[in-house]
């Protein structure tokens, strides 16, 4: 079964704004991932923060993590045309840390 | 060097075909895995295997069998392909030791005619 759920599903924006996509997560985790798919290709591992921590950067990215409410965020800042990509959150299970569990990820599309 | 190997890429075929997906990772991981994409981008595990170990096994039909000659390796054979088995399969590895990062293969497109 899916763990995590990202919205928006969709989420289009004009170069130089920021993109913000959620994602929510329904059992117990070690730490929550982000990865990225670029049409036609492999996910791509982009930032992971764990379950003991509230925020982390790497770059342009900013990913928050709320266990309370398990929920994630990642924040993309200043996007590029680039970043045009499907943003999938991945979850392990607290038992067992290689079952990772994608959900239906995030398209966003950043118009030059 | 590809880091995560697949092959084919692409691969159409006849309902009731059997057909084969491999799977090579370079990295020294000792944990592979298969998922399976449709086309709503729904990502679902459907294997993993630690050192040629089955350590998850989801909810998939039996037409479905996994095979790991060795850590560096796993395969999927499919049997009796049927329209619904139409999708991008992945692989990936990834190190046993937390934190479980996932390194993917560039998907194989499997089509069911």
């Known amino acids: 079964s899916q763990q995590g759920e990202e919205d928006p599903q969709a989420l289009s924006i004009q170069e130089g704004e920021n993109a913000t996509m959620n994602c929510s997560y329904k059992t117990s985790i070690n730490n929550l991932q982000w990865y990225r798919q670029n049409s036609g290709r492999g996910l791509v591992h982009l930032i992971l923060?764990?379950?003991?921590?509230r925020e982390k950067h790497s770059g342009r990215l900013r990913v928050t993590l709320d266990t309370s409410k398990k929920s994630s965020s990642l924040l993309i800042t200043a996007s590029r045309a680039a970043d045009t990509a499907s943003y999938f959150c991945?979850?392990?299970?607290?038992?067992?840390?290689?079952?990772?569990?994608f959900g239906a990820g995030t398209r966003l599309t950043v118009k030059p | 060097d590809t880091a995560v190997s697949q092959t084919p890429k692409y691969l159409v075929t006849q309902m009731g075909n059997d057909k084969s997906i491999k799977c090579e990772q370079n990295?020294?991981?000792?944990?592979m895995y298969w998922y399976k994409q449709d086309s709503k981008k729904f990502l679902k595990i459907m294997f993993s295997?630690?050192?040629?170990?089955?350590?998850i096994n989801e909810t998939v039909p039996n037409r479905f069998s996994p095979k790991s000659p060795d850590k560096a390796h796993l395969n999927l054979h499919i049997n009796s392909l049927e329209l619904g088995d139409s999708a991008v399969y992945f692989c990936?590895?990834?190190?046993?030791?937390?934190?479980?990062?996932?390194?993917f293969g560039a998907g194989s497109r499997l089509t069911v005619l």
């Open positions: 990295l020294g991981h000792d944990t």
């Open positions: 991945a979850t392990d299970a607290e038992y067992n840390n290689n079952d990772m569990r």
């Open positions: 923060i764990r379950s003991n921590e």
């Open positions: 295997y630690n050192n040629k170990e089955l350590i």
């Open positions: 990936a590895s990834s190190p046993y030791i937390p934190p479980n990062v996932l390194t």
